[in-house]
Each structure stands twice: as structure tokens, then as C-alpha cells.
């Protein structure tokens, strides 16, 4: 095919496929690996060994209750050290698991960050305007979280699975804790 001869409208076309794509690859991707996001959790000391939450038939009905569907593991690793835990929890987006790491201390969130993102779009989820929101943010009796999270248009799926994985996170801390 001769460029030269590639209408106007095609070029147009093309363009905007190639921008559409190259949007796509954009949106996934590995911002830190769960290992360093574990190690920075606790540094300037070494991180403790990670321990285990066994998933119990007592735990499944709230965790059922938090994710709206069961939960596929055993077993939950996490690292505790000085009243602090970190987990490293994953939630499907839309079709993709989005893995995120989160720092709990005295029943709060001090620290959330999007660690691997594999959906085509969303990843607005990963940036301070929006994990800024939960810093500081605890949950209800019920396990709700206690503060209104808002919405990325666009993002809902992504901005869905970080709000479970908050509430999962701090109810782990409060059983392990109890």
C-alpha cells in the first residue's frame, strides 16, 4: 500500500486506533513489587517474617459480606510489627485481578498503593487524588468504611475492588487483633 495514497479519513482513523491502543497497554502495568512494598512498609528496620490468617468457616460470612462473593484463598500472608500489619490483597477490577498493598495501624489506614494493575482501563485508581481519600479511614461495627470514598468515572470496577480491599484489610486487622 502507498501512504501517499491514504485518504484524509483513514490517516484520521488510524491515528485515533493507535491512540486507543497505546491507552490500553498504558493503563497496566507493575508500579512495585509486593516484596519492596513489604520491605518500604516497615523500613528504616527489617520486616518481620509474614504470618497467617487462616480463612475460617467464623471468618467467611463477614469476608463474604465485605467482597460480595467468596474469597479463593486458605489462607491470607501478612506482616506484623509494632501495632502495624501490611497485607498484599488482590480483587478482580472487571476481569483482571488488581493488586494492592495496604499499611493498617491503630485500626486506621495509614498507606494504600495499587502494586500491579492488569486491566485495560482504570488505573486512576493508583494516583494520590484518589488513594489520598483513604488515609486515616477505619470501618464501622458492621465493616463498612467509616468515611464516603468517591468515584472515578470511568474507574468504577477499579475504585469497587480498592474499597473492598480496604474493608478486607481492616477487618483482618481487627480479627488478628482481637
Known sequence: MNIKKITFPTKIFLFLLFSLVSSISIAEGTYQ???????????????????VLWITNKLKPSIYKIMRHKLNALRI???????????VLNEIGKEHPITVGLVIKNKKIQRIKVLIF??????????PFFINQFKQVTITPDNKLEKHIDSISGATLSVTALKKLARLALYFDKVINE
Do not use: C, I, N
Open 33 to 51: 513489587e509486593p516484596v519492596d512494598f513489604v520491605k518500604e512498609s516497615f523500613s528504616p528496620s527489617t520486616p518481620p517474617k509474614s504470618s
Open 77 to 87: 500472608r501478612y506482616w506484623k510489627k509494632d501495632g502495624q500489619t501490611v497485607w
Open 118 to 127: 492488569r486491566e485495560s482501563r482504570g488505573a486512576e485508581v493508583r494516583h
